[in-house]
């Protein structure tokens, strides 16, 4: 059974960091695209923050651009997201999602989530 289990939210102050982990089970996360993802509290739909191709180089969204940072740590089939300079904008339910969709479109996980909350 494949689960991707998130990891490192919690309340920080704003300019603080988080790491936030997406362990991967039953998967091999080397072989995926996989993405951070936040709903932000009101929102109906999930965004895309940053992802890290299966080959290639990451891409951010602008709003995150320069402060948050993804990467690979495949020897513990973890990818992680560096989150700096938060603010009360980057409150949201964030979101891990590994996927082949390009080849399979049923290739397609998702985490239940970690939030992370801006606060002072």
């Known amino acids: 059974q494949v689960r991707l289990v998130e990891s490192g939210g919690g309340v920080v102050p704003p300019g603080g960091s988080l790491k936030l982990s997406c362990e991967g089970f039953?998967?091999?996360?080397?072989?995926?695209?996989v993405a951070w993802y936040r709903r932000a509290p009101g929102k109906l739909h999930r965004e895309l923050v940053a992802e890290i191709p299966w080959t290639g180089s990451a891409h951010y969204s602008d709003d995150v651009k320069g402060r948050f940072t993804i990467s690979r740590d495949n020897t513990k089939n973890i990818v992680h997201l560096q989150m700096t300079g938060l603010g009360l904008e980057d409150i949201a339910a964030y979101y891990c999602?590994?996927?082949?969709?390009?080849?399979?479109?049923?290739?397609?996980?998702w985490g239940q989530g970690t939030q992370v909350t801006v606060s002072s």
């Open positions: 999602n590994a996927h082949r969709r390009w080849v399979e479109p049923d290739d397609d996980y």
């Open positions: 039953g998967i091999r996360l080397s072989e995926k695209a």
